[in-house]
């Protein structure tokens, strides 16, 4: 039995059309007056990004054969998206961070880092490992993904955090094209029924950050 959605269940090529649709309208017209922020939850579905290796797909998945697998335009490795997943895209003009990508990550790792502390969940980054990282039995695992597209100083794409979703469809990857670390959720962490103000904790969180920006 899947678990009650965060959001409504979309398809992950529907949101990638959106964003593709915005990031041009962006680009041909230089606005920068309007950013978006994408919240979802996606159906089942396995993305390879630009510095993908199939091989990471350490067997093909008979159980979960009916599971597409897209070819998209993020950077990163293969991952996973599914139900109780947050998914978060930035369509934003990178003028927002001084024309500076490694402030831009830094302020998304940030993001991540806050709503883990709100559920008393120790994150923290690792040096030229994109993502966050907790302790988990004295193993170190990832929680969250960073990967973006950034062309003509417009960014696409964003971040994913595992919620409450089934962690089993990341064994027939490698996902992020990690060979010795494992994957964790917040319900794995901190196990108890906490993801019903997810929405309004991420909208508060963004606010601030965006606040302290501009």
């Not at 093909?60 to 998206?81: A, E």
């Not at 001084?98 to 980054?125: A, T």
């Amino acid at each position: 039995m899947e678990n009650q959605p965060l959001f409504f269940l979309k398809d992950y090529k529907l949101f990638w059309g959106l964003q593709k649709e915005i990031f041009d309208i962006k680009i041909q017209s230089f606005n920068k007056k309007y950013n978006f922020i994408i919240c979802a939850e996606h159906n089942h579905v396995y993305t390879i990004g630009r510095n993908s290796k199939f091989p990471n797909f350490l067997m093909f998945y008979n159980t979960y054969k009916k599971i597409p697998i897209l070819k998209v335009d993020r950077g990163g490795d293969v991952t996973y998206h599914g139900p109780g997943q947050l998914v978060v895209y930035f369509i934003l003009d990178l003028f927002l961070f001084n024309y500076d990508i490694n402030f831009l990550l830094r302020f998304i790792e940030n993001v991540i880092i806050y709503i883990l502390l709100k559920y008393k969940i120790i994150g923290f980054r690792i040096i030229n490992q994109a993502g966050i990282w907790v302790i988990c039995h004295n193993d170190l695992k990832k929680i969250g993904s960073i990967g973006l597209k950034i062309r003509h100083y417009i960014t696409m794409h964003g971040f994913s955090l595992n919620i409450k979703n089934n962690l089993n469809y990341y064994n027939y990857i490698r996902p992020c094209g990690l060979k010795k670390y494992g994957i964790t959720s917040l319900y794995t962490e901190n196990n108890f029924y906490f993801y019903i103000n997810i929405k309004s904790l991420l909208k508060n969180i963004l606010s601030y950050f965006f606040n302290l920006l501009i």
